[in-house]
């Protein structure tokens, strides 16, 4: 058996698309499509989740999914966690999570996963419009925020040898507007396709 576990926030999810149009869903199908090991794929994404919620229930959710019944039982983890960390509440400056204190849930989140999988991923962090998240309901998104904590994803992952995909960086390389939805957070189905896309090749079985 073959499992394959997604921590995430509402993107991973589906919201503003159809689930069907999701990347992990998109996953789900091509694996589908190749599978000789009895993959299973558990999206255990929750809109609204931060880093310390996924810390708060990783072991139970992973262990629950992840016990070896034969020799050759495998699994893989993806990441899709960071963005609601990074919302600031009434100003530009107050973010629902610290920088250090979101160094070490990422640490901890590395480490956690160390002791269920091999094949480990952390999809980075996608960018915003600004025009429409800054703010929402004095709640603000904003790019520069996102791309330090990406980077502190990013470093994290070089130290412990974790495959990271650099979605700001990628994104901000091109005019990425039309990947969002009208809100101006979650990516649209093209936005999804590009992410499964970057993801993809890591499962080539």
């Keep these: 058996?073959?499992?394959?576990?997604?921590?995430?926030?509402?993107?991973?999810?589906g919201r503003k698309v159809d689930k069907i149009k999701s990347w992990p869903f998109f996953l789900t199908q091509f694996?589908?499509?190749?599978?000789k090991d009895f993959t299973l794929v558990h999206n255990l994404s929750i809109p609204g989740e931060s880093t310390g919620g996924v810390i708060k229930r990783f072991p139970i959710e992973t262990e629950a999914r992840c016990k070896k019944i034969y020799p050759n039982d495998r699994a893989s983890i993806i990441f899709a966690i960071g963005l609601n960390d990074t919302q600031c509440i009434n100003s530009g400056d107050n973010p629902a999570t610290r920088l250090e204190d979101f160094r070490k849930?990422?640490?901890l989140l590395l480490e956690g996963a160390r002791k269920y999988a091999n094949h480990i991923i952390f999809?980075?962090?996608t960018?915003?419009?600004?025009?429409?998240t800054a703010p929402i309901n004095n709640v603000y998104f904003l790019n520069d925020k996102i791309k330090t904590y990406n980077e502190v994803i990013n470093k994290e992952c070089q130290k412990g040898n974790i495959t990271f995909l650099n979605i700001t960086e990628e994104w901000s390389g091109f005019d990425?507007?039309?990947?969002?939805?009208?809100?101006?957070?979650?990516?649209?189905?093209?936005g999804h396709q590009k992410i499964f896309e970057k993801i993809k090749p890591l499962f080539i079985i």
């Design 1 to 13: 058996m073959y499992n394959i576990l997604i921590f995430g926030d509402s993107i991973a999810a």
């Design 31 to 35: 694996l589908d499509t190749k599978d």
């Design 105 to 107: 849930n990422i640490v």
């Design 123 to 125: 999809v980075g962090l």
């Design 127 to 132: 960018p915003v419009n600004e025009r429409k």
């Design 176 to 190: 990425y507007l039309n990947l969002l939805s009208d809100d101006g957070i979650h990516p649209n189905e093209k």
